[in-house]
């Protein structure tokens, strides 16, 4: 089975914070003491490496474990929809484990901390110290959601410049396929063979071919449309190829109407369809069966395998360009598999 190569995902710090913490650590836990419980380097209560070094056991806690949390939540709601909801989880459980850990480290360092001999009382401590870790949490949490936010705008401008170039791409070569004299040369031919021989069958087949144009030119712009949409559109394709190759090609099309308004990339179904014809052999005794149908929300297009020794051309607008425009509108992979039997892709309903 082939899968779509995926980007890695990114980091969900979005930056490299080890030396942020290395050196920012030590400086918080220094400053701590003084705006929170008064120590003086000149005057006392002095700052005394017992209490530098509780603080700092006390926000290297406070900060990797928050650090944790933060990673942890944005994996569990990855999307813009959901920020609402991880903020909010995020930070009820920032506050329990900010509250927690201030409460444990506070009890186990007690006798090592000096701070009681300064005349500081327990209540005080304890009040400073919950300022001090809430502060912290909320400092931490800040800088990490401003550049987190940051670098997500600047990965949505990209993939959607991305996105658009694609889609230029994907119309061009589209069009350029359509409009190729191959493909007006195979369909001029079966017209000038079914007008001597049914005028109301030629109409069709010219309406059905307007309609294949027309939908190129009307979802140029769009970055993913109906699934009914792209079936209409197919159709019409399907009753070309059918005019031209008969009973030799036979396509079958199986959605549940619950299905027809999920989405797709547009043009995919066309061309997979074309990747069909092109790889296999399509005759009277060899005929082309596709079936098109959806299955654990994926559209799944299968055809019967029977491969030609000479391949035309590739026009590099198959299944490459499909996996492009799909990466960038869902994380979710692309499958291709092939047994001697089958030819299958799975294409996740957006």
């Keep these: 089975m082939e899968k779509l190569q995926q980007p890695l995902e990114k980091d969900r710090i979005c930056w490299n914070d080890k030396w942020a913490i290395i050196i ?22 002095y700052i005394s490496f017992p209490a530098f070094f509780t603080t700092l056991i006390m926000t290297a806690a406070i900060w990797l474990g928050n650090r944790l949390i933060l990673i942890w939540s944005r994996n569990m709601y990855p999307f813009m929809e959901q920020l609402k909801k991880r903020l909010l989880f995020q930070s ?15 009890f186990f360092l007690e006798n090592f901390s000096d701070l009681k001999t300064y005349g500081i009382s327990e209540e005080e401590r304890q009040i400073s110290g919950i300022n001090a870790a809430l502060f912290t949490t909320i400092a931490i949490t800040a800088i990490y959601e401003v550049i ?4 997500q705008l600047k990965e949505s401008l990209t993939k959607s410049e991305l996105l658009k170039r694609e889609s ?36 069709q087949f010219v309406e059905q071919l307007s309609k294949v144009y027309r939908y190129i030119l009307e979802v140029r712009d769009d970055k993913s449309i109906p699934l009914s949409e792209e079936i209409k559109i197919l159709n019409a394709y399907a009753f070309l190829l059918s005019t031209r190759f008969g009973s030799n090609f036979n396509l079958h099309i199986q959605i ?5 308004r999920s989405e797709v990339i547009p043009f995919s179904l066309q061309l997979l369809v074309e990747n069909a014809l092109k790889h296999n052999i399509v005759s009277k005794e060899c005929p082309l069966h596709i079936d098109i149908l959806a299955e654990n929300n994926e559209l799944i297009v299968r055809n019967n395998l029977q491969k030609k020794q000479l391949i035309e051309k590739s026009t590099g607008i ?7 425009r799909y990466s960038l509108l869902t994380d979710r992979l692309i499958t291709v598999t092939e047994t001697p039997q089958f030819f299958t892709v799975a294409l996740p309903l957006i």
């Design 24 to 45: 920012a650590l030590p400086i918080l836990s220094l400053i701590i003491p003084f705006v929170f419980f008064g120590l003086r380097f000149t005057s006392p209560p």
């Design 92 to 106: 009820t459980l920032m506050l329990i484990y900010t509250l927690l850990t201030t409460m444990t480290i506070g």
């Design 148 to 151: 987190y936010f940051v670098e």
């Design 168 to 203: 230029l791409r994907a119309e061009l070569n589209a069009l350029k396929t359509q409009v190729n004299p191959h493909f007006l040369f195979n369909n001029l031919n079966t017209l000038c063979a079914i007008i001597p021989e049914d005028s109301d069958k030629a109409v």
């Design 256 to 260: 549940p109407e619950s299905m027809l």
């Design 318 to 324: 198959g299944l490459k360009n499909i996996r492009n």
